[in-house]
């Protein structure tokens, strides 16, 4: 089965502008989140998608932080306006259950976002 | 107190010995447990995952949970090269996804 997909891989932007990243997750994986690692810091949860309905943004830092998921499909997340502490690595990882069974996440590659 | 605490280490085993990296957490009413691999500017990898007090065994690695110490902790035996990584532990709490991760521990299995 394909993996988790996020696009870009890296992205370079200005204090002030917009940036809006992708998140593909696996076919059939109801639950899609969303975590950032700042540098040196550990991985921390930002929100969590059940098909396209949030269930948890409570780790969502502002208002300048929107995610959607239209249609329960892949996920957006847009930094509007961006500022520099927004820097790190975003990922997106997706999971499946079934019954009690939590499977755990399959993570995508990240994306390395340099706010300047 | 960290909800999810490790020793960042560098922890150091020769190859072929056994490495044991440690966990411990905060909110009792945890009931998921996953060790993750992240290789240097890789993503995570999930390599084990335990719900249940006692030992999980899958090849080379072992997951323990002791519940009421509040206590993960993963076995790598036989360690190989290829095993230096860092490796994190992550807690979910009953009906919930959102995961808690520690920060790492890296292991550096020496040839």
């Known amino acids: 089965e394909a993996g988790v997909t996020q696009f870009p891989s890296h992205s370079v932007i200005e204090k002030g502008q917009t940036v809006t990243l992708r998140c593909d997750p696996i076919s059939g994986h109801d639950n899609l989140y969303w975590y950032r690692r700042v540098m040196g810091k550990e991985i921390k949860f930002l929100l969590h998608f059940v098909k396209e309905s949030k269930q948890d943004e409570s780790g969502m830092p502002n208002n300048r932080f929107l995610a959607e998921r239209t249609g329960g499909t892949y996920s957006t997340l847009k930094v509007q306006p961006a500022e520099l502490e927004d820097s790190g690595v975003y990922f997106c990882?997706?999971?499946?259950?079934?019954?009690?069974?939590?499977?755990?996440?399959?993570f995508g590659s990240g994306t390395r976002l340099t706010v300047v | 107190q960290k909800e999810v605490e490790q020793n960042s280490g560098p922890l150091s085993v020769p190859e072929g010995a056994i490495a044991s990296l440690n966990c411990t957490y905060s909110d009792r009413g945890s009931q998921s447990f996953f060790w993750y691999r992240q290789y240097s500017g890789k993503s995570p990898e999930l390599i084990m995952f335990i719900y249940s007090n006692g030992d999980k065994e899958d090849g080379r690695f072992t997951a323990q949970l002791n519940k009421a110490s509040q206590y993960v902790s993963l076995l790598i035996r036989d360690s190989q090269p290829s095993d230096s990584a860092t490796y994190l532990c992550?807690?979910?709490?009953?009906?919930?996804?959102?995961?808690?991760f520690g920060a790492g521990t890296r292991l550096f299995v020496k040839a």
């Open positions: 990882a997706s999971s499946r259950r079934m019954g009690q069974v939590y499977y755990g996440y399959t």
């Open positions: 992550a807690v979910s709490n009953t009906g919930g996804f959102k995961t808690i």
